[in-house]
Structures are given as structure tokens and as C-alpha cells.
């Protein structure tokens, strides 16, 4: 796993190691510009003729310092500098000073010369306004000329919380960040501002940001095999876990169907579907593997004997929004004494019933995207994805429950732990019966005696590589939901190999 903080947590990691290691600054800054160039260097980049423009804060003094090194390997650098002197860091007038001493080409004015990159170190992670007048001029001066584009740190405009465009953003088709990428880097709209995107060492340690809860993390593809359910070899089908899926309605099987055979697709040993009896053929055809209970109405007795079988339950997938699927829901959610994921109808189902989110613990998962959180939380959408990170917060402390609120950047969060944002996926996945496959993971994983956070993490990342998977074999137009499934058994199989190495 690796860290994705934003820019005040980056900041105090900064001073910590200033501070309390005794780091200088400019050691900092040194190491920053060297990795910048070697990054420059290993992905093959043309540094025959380089542009540096630098502003007058730290991100600035890095510019400077890359000019510099530059320089010293027999490049051409020349050096746009537009901050102010009156307003210059320390260590930003320091690098200045010696850049000037070297005799490198400081500039005032953007140069008609082409360049053949263009290095934006003109703000840092710090920005928190709009840019506009000059820099804005600048900015887009510098997206329109002619070069690869290199962003030191974060693109010059990205919010490096929220990946906010400030006003305007330097397009940056490489960003070298300093010890850890920014969650602004991440999040969309910024993500498409900062390229590529690759963390340099510079001597800050991504450990401190351990014991600061608010720090997203996300997971790589290496750390598949660690994060899997153990599979012993003295077991049996209820070593794995019975799980009980509440899914489906008249014309919805197939979301029983997938969101089934997600779960067994994970790991579950034993998975029961509880649908409408409309729904019994088709599933009995479709998944012959999954255990099948059938009802015609509520039925509370039936409805209590399952919650009692079971080692974990989902519900919500297909199941409609009626009276007897209400009735299904705030039965499931008074009596249950396992862990449950609550997903899709069932979340709409659950805003009318609020209440029953001050009575759950951290045993309850609930996966709702942008349109079900506004619903159940009140709050517009548009605010959502905006402060997406802040609400999912408040929403934690509030409810003890796992939130995983799904979009083209997943968040799982939980009062108490690290948000995960999820990588991984594309936009192959954007298709009807997606949300069904990934609550059958979650709930597979939740099954086995993964903790909820931990199988919500890990089931919205496997569901993830699952697309990639899928789309690298049919491309991004043709992949159906039932495709994802096969996807995450190749994910799973690979992690399986690369742990036995």
C-alpha cells in the first residue's frame, strides 16, 4: 500500500523532517531536483533544449535546482522566472543566487524559442486560490507551447486535496512527486492535469503519515496476495463461510445471478439466494452452484431463520423498492447479528429509514454511488463529488458503519482508519450490473472472516483490476458485467502465482 496525501499533510511531514530529524531544507530541495532529472532521464525524455519557469515559493527553489543539475550534465536550461523577489522563500532566493552565479539564462518574459520540455515549478501543493491575471496568462502560455510538459511536485492549479481545477492548470503529461503522489493528482478533474504520475524518494519517509488517519491510500497490484482470505489446505465449503444474499425481484434476476456468483467468484464457500419465487428458474439455470430460497411475500419467520444460518448477508441488489422489500430490509438490518453489505435498492430503501444507521456498528457495509449517497444523505450531488473526501468524514463519524462511495475514483472509508481510494478500473466497467458484481465480491471476501473494511478495500481494488483485466482482452466498449467476473478469477490467479514465487 502507499500513501496519497494532500498538501497540508505533506506540508507537516516537511516540517517534521526539518525539524524534528534536523533535515535541512535544502537537502530536501536538492534531492527533489536530482529525482526530478533522473525521472526525466529514465522515461527517455528529449532534454536537449529545457525550459524551467519557476515561481518564487519552494516548488520554485526545486525549479531553480533543476535548471541547475541540468546545467551540470550538459543540457540546456534556461530558467523563466515570474514570481516576485519580495515575496521569495528562503531557499528559493538561495537557488536563485546560485543559479545566477553559474551564469544560467534567467528569463522575466515567456521566450519565443521551442523547447523541447517545459517544467512547471511555479506553485506548489500549497495553492488554495484561484489562479488568475498574469498566472493565468502564463499558465496557459505554457500548456500551448510546443514540448513535453513536466510538472515538479503537482501541476501548477491542481488543488492537491481535492484535484480541484483552481481557475486554470498546467497539462502536465509527467508529474515527478516528491515522496508520495497528492491525492489531487489522483482525483478527477486533476488527474487528467498531472499525466503520469510517479513518486521520487527525497528523504521524507511515507511512515509518517502512519498515525494521521485522514491519509488516503490506495494499494498496487503486488499487494493482491498478502490481502487474500487464507485458503488452508484441511477445509471444507463452510471453512469459507455461508453467505446469504437478499437479492433480485420480478425482472431483476440477473443482478441475483451476478452479485452471486461475484461472491463465489471471491472465495465464499456457500452462498444461498433469497429472491421472489418468479426468480427460481432462471437462477436455478444460470448459477447452479448457489443454494436457492424462494418467497412468494414477506415472510418474518423464514426471513429470521436465514439471518440465523448465516455468516455474513448482502442485500439490495435488484431487489426494488416496494413494501415487501422495505419490510425485508428494516428486518434484515433490526435483526442481523453478522456483518452486512447493503447495496444499490437497498440504499434507497435505507433513506427512508435513517434511523436504523444510529443502530449499526462497524459490521455494516454500505456501497452507494454519487446519486444513492445524496439520496440517503441529503446532501447534493454536485457537493458530494466536490467534497467528497470531507463528507465520507462526516458521514464516518456519524455512522460507525464501512462507506464505500463508488465512482470513477471508489473511496472506502471508516471512522478511525485510512480512506482507500481505489486506482485501479476504467471506464469499460461503466455498465449495468457492475454494482451487482462488486457488492458479490465485497460480500464473498466479508464472508470468509475478511474484516469490513478490509474486504470492502480489497473487494472494490479486485473488482477494479477485474475491468482492467477485462478491457485489455475486449477492449472498452464490450465489456458486459458477467466479463468483470472472469476478470477478477484472472486477477486472483495471477496474485496466487506471483505469491508462490
Known amino acids: 500500500m502507499r500513501y496519497l496525501p494532500d498538501g497540508n499533510q505533506m506540508k507537516e511531514a516537511d516540517r517534521y523532517t526539518i525539524e524534528e530529524l534536523g533535515v535541512p531544507s535544502l537537502v530536501l530541495m536538492e534531492r527533489a531536483a536530482l529525482q526530478t532529472v533522473e525521472l526525466m532521464e529514465k522515461k527517455g ?91 493565468r496568462d502564463l499558465i496557459e502560455i505554457m500548456n500551448s507551447a510546443h514540448g513535453y510538459k513536466v510538472a515538479v511536485d503537482i501541476p501548477s492549479g491542481v488543488c492537491a486535496k481535492s484535484g480541484k481545477i483552481l481557475g486554470t492548470a498546467f497539462r502536465a503529461d509527467l508529474t ?8 489531487g493528482c489522483e482525483l478527477y478533474p486533476g488527474k487528467n492535469m498531472a499525466g503520469e504520475t510517479e513518486a521520487v524518494p527525497i528523504g521524507i519517509n511515507p511512515k509518517l503519515f502512519d498515525g494521521n488517519e485522514d491519509v488516503l491510500f490506495t494499494y498496487d497490484r503486488t499487494d493482491i496476495p498478502s490481502l487474500l482470505p487464507a485458503r488452508p489446505a484441511d477445509s471444507h465449503k463452510g471453512t469459507y463461510g455461508k453467505l446469504l444474499m437478499i437479492t433480485g425481484s420480478r425482472g431483476m434476476a440477473g443482478a441475483a445471478c451476478l452479485a452471486a456468483r461475484a461472491a463465489y467468484t471471491a472465495g465464499a464457500g456457500l452462498v444461498r439466494v433469497y429472491t421472489p419465487e418468479s426468480n427460481r428458474q432462471i437462477i436455478q439455470q444460470n448459477l447452479p452452484e448457489a443454494v436457492l430460497t424462494c418467497y412468494e411475500e414477506y415472510d418474518e419467520e423464514q426471513l429470521d431463520e436465514l439471518l440465523g444460518w448465516a455468516d455474513a448477508v448482502c442485500i439490495g441488489c435488484g431487489i426494488g423498492t416496494d413494501a415487501t422489500a422495505e419490510k425485508m430490509l428494516v428486518g434484515t438490518l433490526s435483526k442481523a447479528e ?29 456501497t452507494p454511488h454519487i446519486m444513492e449517497m445524496s439520496r440517503l444523505t441529503g446532501i447534493p450531488a454536485s457537493d458530494i463529488k466536490e467534497n467528497r473526501l470531507d463528507i465520507l468524514r462526516h458521514a464516518s463519524d456519524k455512522c460507525a458503519a464501512v462507506w464505500v462511495l463508488k465512482d470513477s475514483r471508489t473511496i472506502a472509508a471508516q471512522k478511525g482508519r485510512h480512506p482507500f481510494i481505489n486506482l485501479a478500473g476504467n471506464s469499460a466497467m461503466a455498465k449495468a450490473g457492475s454494482g451487482d458484481v462488486l457488492a458479490g465480491v465485497i460480500s464473498g471476501l466479508l464472508a470468509q472472516g475478511a474484516a469490513p473494511f478490509e474486504s470492502a478495500a480489497l473487494g472494490v481494488y479486485l473488482h477494479a483490476c477485474g475491468g482492467d483485466e477485462s478491457r485489455e482482452r475486449l477492449g472498452s466498449y464490450s465489456v458486459l458485467a458477467g466479463d468483470l467476473i472472469r476478470g477478477i478469477q484472472e486477477c486472483i490467479k495471477k496474485a496466487e502465482e506471483q505469491k508462490k514465487k
Open 45 to 135: 525524455i528529449d532534454m536537449s533544449r529545457v525550459l524551467v519557469v519557476c515561481g518564487s515559493g519552494n516548488n520554485g527553489g526545486d525549479g531553480f535546482a533543476v535548471a541547475r543539475i541540468l546545467t551540470e550534465k550538459g543540457r540546456r536550461a534556461d530558467i523563466l522566472f515570474v514570481g516576485k523577489e519580495s515575496s521569495m522563500s528562503s531557499e528559493c532566493r538561495r537557488q536563485k543566487e546560485i543559479a545566477e552565479k553559474m551564469g544560467l539564462n534567467i528569463l522575466t518574459e515567456f521566450p519565443r524559442a521551442c523547447y523541447s520540455v517545459v517544467v512547471d515549478a511555479v506553485f506548489g501543493v500549497g495553492l488554495s486560490r484561484e489562479i488568475e491575471g498574469k498566472y
Open 176 to 183: 515527478a512527486a516528491m515522496a508520495c503522489v497528492k491525492a
Open 338 to 366: 453478522v456483518p452486512c453489505v447493503v447495496d444499490a435498492d437497498g440504499i434507497n430503501l435505507l433513506g427512508r429509514h435513517r434511523e436504523l444507521l444510529e443502530q449499526t456498528g462497524g459490521d455494516l457495509i454500505l
